[in-house]
């Protein structure tokens, strides 16, 4: 096992001089990757999508783990709050599951970046960075509901054409726990504050 790691240590050692000299224009303004809020920020701002995990209330895989995709943004382009925002309906069947366990984990990566393609970095890698939040979905009211609709609708165009018998409504993921894959040596860990408080 030890040599295995040595071996494999050892060829990310030389991988790694090659894959930076493949390194894309884009990957400037990656913050550091020591800095990990700072990196989650940037991941989280840069997708358009993510995978949302629920507790399943469907049969026949009812309290199992259900995974789907679904439209996010952050901020308008250049403007990240940091806030992972929805435009969901209650015909959908992630959302199904929420209105039973509003526990979620949402997860993005820079693989849906073309960052990661450019770099030659695969998914699984770690320099492909990613970060999986969890924490609970909630329903935004008010002001910040026309904040949610600003964010999402300027990346997301198509959503103001879809059908309103549909009762869309705003949503966030109210995060809790956020854990990032950036690099070698292992996933970080970053609070919320530490998230929040991050220049992106
Ligand atoms: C990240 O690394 C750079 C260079 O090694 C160092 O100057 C900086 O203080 C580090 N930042 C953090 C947050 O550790
Ligand atoms: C959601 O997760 C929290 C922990 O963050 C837990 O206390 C709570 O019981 C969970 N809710 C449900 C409905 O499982
Ligand atoms: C928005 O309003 C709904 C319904 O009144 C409520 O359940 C929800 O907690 C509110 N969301 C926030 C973030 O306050
Ligand atoms: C977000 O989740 C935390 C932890 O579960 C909870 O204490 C807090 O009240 C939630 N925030 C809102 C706005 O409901």
């Known amino acids: 096992m030890l040599l295995l790691r ?3 240590a ?16 884009c990957l ?6 020591n800095e990990t809020a700072r990196v989650a920020r940037y991941v989280m701002h840069h997708c358009d999508w993510g995978a949302l995990a629920t507790i399943s209330t469907h049969s026949p895989v009812t309290g199992q783990p259900f995974n789907n995709v679904f439209s996010v943004s952050d901020g308008t382009q250049g403007a990240s709050t940091g806030t992972p925002y929805f435009y969901l309906t ?4 992630s959302v199904q599951d929420l209105q039973v366990n509003p526990n979620a984990s949402f997860t993005v990566s820079l ?13 699984q890698s770690p320099l492909c960075a990613h970060v999986i939040f969890c924490g ?13 609709k600003q964010v999402l609708f300027s990346r997301h165009p198509e959503m103001a054409t879809w059908p309103t018998d549909h009762n869309w409504f ?9 854990w990032l894959l950036d690099y070698f040596g292992g996933i970080k860990t970053v609070t919320p504050e530490e998230y929040y408080d991050a220049k992106p």
């Open 136 to 148: 609970s979905i909630q329903t935004v009211n008010g002001t910040e509901a026309s904040t949610a």
């Open 28 to 33: 400037s303004a990656l913050p550091p990757r």
């Open 170 to 178: 705003f949503a966030k993921l109210n995060i809790t726990n956020i």
């Open 90 to 93: 209650a015909m959908e069947i």
């Open 10 to 25: 050892g060829v990310w050692a030389l991988a790694l001089p090659v894959l930076l000299s493949l390194t894309p224009a």
């Open 111 to 123: 693989a849906q970046t073309p960052f990661c393609r450019k770099a030659g970095y695969d998914p």
């Open 6 to 8: 040595a071996v494999f």
